[in-house]
């Protein structure tokens, strides 16, 4: 006999608007699964399907902090330093304000997830030795 498997009855309300926001907002697959992190410091940070990074950006940041980092992203790669890519939404921008896809206000990133472990602390000095 095969097994049937239902929908979900009570399906995951952020998991819905995250999923809405990587399809409407930068075209990308919908996702299946977050995990939040603790790793950001001051952005929120989610884990997206083990191959992105999604935050919701401080306020204290202006949405335009994301086309400087989007900007400086190809000179960082050209000098060898790993850096996530920062994914551009239908907008053409680097970032999507939240509220229109039922999140939080101010501007949410997609990144690609790098390999590696967060320091909060340098504790000695070739921690930020550069390769």
Known sequence: ????????????????????????????????????????????TYAIDDLWILQHVHKVFGPDVNEDIAALTPILQKRGVPVPQMCCAKSGHHYVMGHEYGLSEGPWRIMTKLEGKTHHFVENIEQIRSL
Request: glycine share 6%; proline share 14%.
């Open 1 to 44: 006999m095969p097994i049937i498997l239902l929908p979900n009855d009570n399906p995951d309300p952020f998991l819905l608007q995250i999923q809405k926001l990587f399809v409407d907002g930068y075209g990308l697959p919908s996702p299946q699964k977050y995990q939040q992190l603790t790793d950001g410091l001051i952005n929120q």
